[in-house]
């Protein structure tokens, strides 16, 4: 499925992604209250760091019980929806049990929704990276190839964006893989972002 996209998100991240750094600084300083972002950093911490700053950036979903009531998940709720960040030496298979077992339990309000990212170790530097779908934990050689196989999983499954980090996925789509779909449900905050992140 749409194989003109395969590459895009290698092809756009990097340079452009750091956009997202410059437009951050744009917008006050209350997503560093949520994370750290180390002054000096390689150009692969770089790009890691702006993905996990996205969740911070923009806004998190909201959840919808059976009797229609809307509450709004935090934005460390749609972080960990996004990439969930887990010591070193955790456990998978355990691991996996918790996950089925929080999924049973709160099926309604479930914040880590297949697929997703797993990241082991420290945010910037993690020594394993899963993507976590179909109850299964699949492993890949970094973050980036994590989160590309996670949006193309999507599509692949035919299922839509967990709510808590539904925004960061159409972020996504539309700035790096060029995707069309959902335009008239995109955050003004989500498209002022596809903007900075388009100028040359």
Known sequence: ????????????????????????????????????IPDELTEDQADLAVFHILPYLLPPGFHQSAQGKRTKFSKVEA?????????????????????????????????????YVLALGDMLSPTQVFLMAERLAIEHDSTIAAID?????????????????????????????????????INPTVRSLITAMKKE
């Open 1 to 36: 499925m749409y194989p003109s996209k395969a590459t895009k998100l290698y092809e756009m991240w990097g340079s452009k992604g750091r956009r997202v750094l410059q437009w951050a600084e744009t917008q006050g300083s209350s997503w560093k209250k949520y994370i750290t």
């Open 79 to 115: 972080a960990r929806a996004f990439i969930d960040i887990q010591p070193v030496g955790t456990n998978i298979p355990q691991y996996l049990r918790l996950l089925e077992m929080d999924l049973e339990a709160n099926q309604e309000k479930a914040i880590r929704k297949q697929p």
């Open 149 to 185: 196989a996670c949006f193309k999983a999507f599509y692949v499954l035919n299922i839509e964006y967990p709510p808590a980090c539904k925004n960061v996925w159409r972020f996504l789509q539309h700035a790096c893989y060029g995707v069309e779909g959902g335009e008239r449900e």
